[in-house]
């Protein structure tokens, strides 16, 4: 048997053989995880599936990083995996993925708000317009709007510029304006 072999019976699954830690994924995950983990839990409501679903982002992070590096965007790359990997999980736990429903129970407008059922019945259908997003719009909302993430943060975690974060805010409000209607507004900007 050579050395690059695997050394199991037939039909296990080979073992991951330990590399030396690679110190620029290592930054990558440090920089990363704390916003991928909060994206996560937002649309699958639980902070263990969250961690879950990205630690297994890591993992094939780490299986393909040569890939990962010599891409033209890596934190774009990175992003759309974690992306996946999050409707996946969602799917496997029979779950809808991408449903914001509940975050409309925790907005700034309706801790704020003078009538909290009227709130809650514009927030919702907020939620629901969103899902009508692309899903960069969507990302980029949920960031803005949900995390309360500057532009230049949302650009760092997505791969793209800010001038892109602030051009899809803007896109994705006209469409959010265009669905809901001209009068109702995204929770005063919140």
């Given at each position: 048997?050579?050395?690059?072999?695997?050394?199991t019976?037939?039909?296990?699954?080979?073992?991951?053989?330990?590399?030396?830690?690679?110190?620029?994924?290592t930054?990558?995950?440090?920089?990363?995880?704390?916003?991928?983990?909060?994206?996560?839990?937002?649309?699958?409501?639980?902070?263990?599936?969250?961690?879950?679903?990205?630690?297994?982002?890591?993992?094939?992070?780490?299986?393909c990083?040569?890939?990962?590096?010599?891409?033209?965007?890596?934190?774009?790359?990175?992003?759309?995996?974690?992306?996946?990997?999050?409707?996946?999980?969602?799917?496997?736990?029979?779950?809808?993925?991408?449903?914001?429903?509940?975050?409309?129970?925790?907005t700034v407008?309706?801790?704020?708000?003078?009538?909290?059922?009227?709130?809650?019945?514009?927030?919702?259908?907020?939620?629901?317009?969103?899902?009508?997003?692309?899903?960069?719009?969507?990302?980029?909302?949920?960031?803005?709007?949900l995390?309360?993430l500057?532009?230049?943060?949302?650009?760092?975690?997505l791969?793209?510029?800010s001038a892109?974060?602030?051009?899809?805010?803007?896109?994705?409000?006209?469409?959010?304006?265009?669905?809901l209607?001209?009068?109702?507004?995204?929770?005063?900007?919140?």
């Open positions: 048997m050579s050395e690059n072999q695997s050394r019976r037939p039909g296990a699954e080979p073992m991951i053989q330990q590399q030396p830690p690679d110190h620029a994924f930054a990558f995950h440090q920089m990363k995880r704390p916003s991928y983990v909060r994206y996560a839990e937002t649309f699958l409501h639980n902070r263990d599936d969250a961690e879950e679903a990205v630690d297994s982002t890591f993992e094939h992070l780490y299986r990083w040569d890939k990962v590096l010599s891409s033209d965007n890596s934190d774009g790359y990175a992003w759309t995996i974690m992306r996946n990997k999050v409707t996946d999980h969602a799917r496997a736990r029979n779950r809808r993925p991408l449903l914001l429903d509940d975050e409309a129970f925790n407008a309706l801790r704020d708000a003078v009538d909290p059922f009227g709130q809650i019945t514009e927030s919702l259908a907020l939620m629901r317009a969103m899902r009508l997003l692309t899903e960069r719009q969507l990302d980029v909302m949920v960031m803005t709007y995390h309360g500057k532009a230049a943060e949302v650009a760092d975690a791969g793209v510029t892109t974060v602030r051009s899809t805010v803007r896109h994705a409000a006209r469409r959010l304006r265009s669905i209607g001209p009068d109702r507004t995204m929770e005063g900007r919140r």
